[in-house]
């Protein structure tokens, strides 16, 4: 490859240093994967033994900086509703706390890494939602809304009382710890051993990322280097761009050059159109097939939606020898995810229905048709003909306890916390369904199964556990509807990590880990809107203006970040495959062509860059 963010970088490193001189060197990168391509480029231009630089996610060094342990996430909210009890003279139970209580630590999250006034932040929010309660044709307000107006009231109250809390037992939030840095630069970082500090390959930045840069770059020790290109820095109608020429004009500024690598160099950009997301895989299949240059290196096929690896790997031509998969596949697209969720469906319903020692027959067969159950019930040697009969011919509704009893004979015990008693509590509830997953998870690791549902399991059962002795300790969940709310919250962003070589063949990504990195030949998929850029959902419960008004990330911001992810992929690219489905509708989904796609329709050159569709 001519050249690469990564080489530049190292170039740019030598030059100042020599090859001997990085002891005293830090490079801050947004994401580990730079820095193992860092060390790479690094030892090329070496031709004997040396200090590599320290090289460090802003993460990693922030919060080396704190003496203060970083609360754990799920601990995070049981400690929240503990200040929450504190302030609140009629708080909700904590079945409803969970329900909102991640909402309320994503916004104090914000109000600390954007070293906002809590006081003025929620003192605004409480005249918004005064407003928006109040009513033309009523002279006062109901004991409703004045209820409703006293928890925005305190929210305040509760950030302080919150950290207070948290710092009494020697926690703190990662985002205070920025907070902190940010706002006593000279105590943290004025006696910082490092004679020079690169701070490489970022873009969306916090406000205190901000103040803790800047400070690096005004006394002299800093140095940034942004990864961008003429294209869409020098255009400030290119939102791509956006968060780059706010940062200059601030004085982060840089004395590199940027290369004009989209409009200036040439590339051939291929858009395919595919029936079905399963078909997107089948194109890049054949692409894979008929092209030999993506079994190099400088090769990668990039997923905007994650939840194609796992059709995708099942897909990949026999030409491809050699393959590093650097993404994790989404926890909650695996069967073992589906289960989970059945499993407390069916116990939600057992309450619902108020049928004791009984199963509703729709939720027998979730669950006992999952894909991972009928290997249990094979193993098991489990016959539930008779039953299957009974639902079918005599039109049975609810299946007695008995019967399955009797069907499941000494393996019924696995399956007996259906039959969820509410005296019970949630934490013997829970101990069936770790029960349930072991036994699962022997079955899948004695017959050799799909290795993503080996890890989806482990993982999943790590969880688990782990909610198990949050609760054990805070006995403050009691239905299995805030249980499983409290399972998703600590697992709806979990991956199933892969192992591989980073260094060799084609590299398999989703978007967020192509940041810095570069390629020659590639391809990307879900090239459609709601996923490129992706719908916006917010985990906050400030509206969008308020948002706005204190400099809050909002989706205007989400989809600024997406549009530099997609053009910084095109700016050293050559040979690039554009994949998105235009099958259709399905659901909610409109299967729109992405508006990217669009974009570089109407504003590349043709005499550069050609554009096949």
């Known amino acids: 490859m001519e050249s690469s963010f990564v080489k530049d970088i190292s170039l740019s490193l030598i030059k100042n240093h020599g090859k001997q001189s990085f002891k005293n060197v830090l490079v801050l990168i947004p994401s580990q994967r730079i820095g193992l391509h860092l060390k790479k480029e690094l030892a090329n231009q070496f031709e004997e033994p040396a200090w590599l630089p320290e090289i460090s996610t802003i993460d990693s060094f922030v919060t080396s900086l704190s003496e203060l342990v970083i ?31 991640k909402q309320i630590l994503s916004d104090f999250n914000d109000v600390d890494k954007y070293l906002l006034e809590s006081k003025d932040v ?11 309660s109040w009513s033309f044709n009523a002279e006062e307000l109901t004991e409703t809304q004045q ?76 140095i940034i280097l942004w990864d961008a290109d003429a294209y869409y820095i020098n255009d400030k109608n290119q939102e791509a761009g956006s968060f780059i020429r706010k940062y200059l004009k601030l004085g982060l500024s840089s004395k590199q050059s940027y290369n004009d690598g989209i409009k200036g160099k040439e590339k051939v950009i291929q858009i ?50 050699k393959m590093n998969v650097a993404m994790g596949y989404p926890l909650n697209a695996s069967n073992s995810y589906s289960l989970l969720d059945q499993l407390f469906v069916t116990l939600k319903n057992v309450g619902r229905y108020q049928q004791k020692n009984s199963l509703y027959y729709k939720d027998f067969e979730q669950i ?12 098991k040697d489990i016959n539930l003909e008779d039953i299957e009969e009974k639902v079918n011919k005599e039109n049975y509704t609810y299946i007695p306890k008995k019967s399955l009893e009797s069907a499941l004979g000494g393996s019924f015990n696995v399956f007996d916390f259906l039959f969820y008693n509410k005296e019970d509590g949630v934490v013997q509830l829970l101990e069936g369904v770790i029960n349930l997953f072991h036994e699962v998870r022997d079955v899948v690791l004695k017959i050799n199964a799909d290795v993503i549902e080996k890890e989806a399991i482990l993982l999943i059962l790590t969880s688990l556990k782990k909610v198990q002795h949050v609760l054990e300790k805070n006995d403050i969940v009691k239905s299995p509807e805030s249980l499983l709310l409290l399972i998703k919250q600590l697992i709806r962003t979990g991956k199933i990590s892969f192992y591989g070589e980073p260094l060799q063949g084609l590299q398999v990504l989703g978007l967020l880990e192509t940041r810095g990195l570069d390629f020659e030949n590639l391809v990307l998929l879900s090239c459609n809107e709601e996923v490129l850029p992706a719908a916006s959902f917010t985990q906050s419960l400030m509206p969008y ?44 989904s409109s299967n729109e062509i992405s508006r990217y796609l669009l974009q570089i329709q109407n504003e590349l050159p043709t005499d550069v860059v050609r554009i096949e569709l």
């Open 71 to 101: 609360v754990d996430e799920l601990d995070a909210i049981f400690e929240l509703y503990l200040s929450y009890l504190k302030v609140f003279e009629k708080p909700d139970d904590s079945d409803t706390f969970v329900t909102w209580g």
């Open 122 to 132: 929620f003192k605004n929010l409480r005249s918004i939602k005064e407003i928006e």
């Open 147 to 222: 209820k409703f107006l006293e928890f925005w009231d305190k929210l305040g109250h509760l950030y302080i009382q919150y950290n207070e809390d948290l710092k009494a037992k020697g926690l703190c939030t990662k985002s205070s710890i920025y907070k902190k840095i940010a706002s006593n630069q000279i105590e943290y970082l004025a006696g910082l051993k490092f004679e020079k500090i690169y701070i490489v390959g970022f873009n969306a930045l916090s406000t205190s990322e901000i103040a803790i840069f800047k400070f690096m770059v005004d006394s002299g020790q800093g």
């Open 272 to 321: 395919h159109g595919a029936n079905s997301n399963i078909g997107q895989t089948m194109v890049a299949s054949h692409i894979l097939e008929k092209e030999s240059l993506f079994q190099t290196k400088k090769s990668a096929i990039v997923f905007a939606d994650e939840s194609l690896l796992r059709p995708m790997l099942n897909v990949l031509p026999s030409n491809i020898s």
């Open 368 to 379: 006992f048709h999952h894909e991972l159950v009928q290997l249990l019930v094979a193993e």
């Open 545 to 588: 203006d308020l948002r706005k008004y204190f400099g809050l990330p909002t989706k205007d911001d989400k989809e600024a970040m997406f549009a530099y992810y997609f053009y910084r992929l095109l700016q050293r690219s050559k040979n690039i495959h554009l994949i998105y489905n235009n099958g259709a509708p399905d659901g909610m």
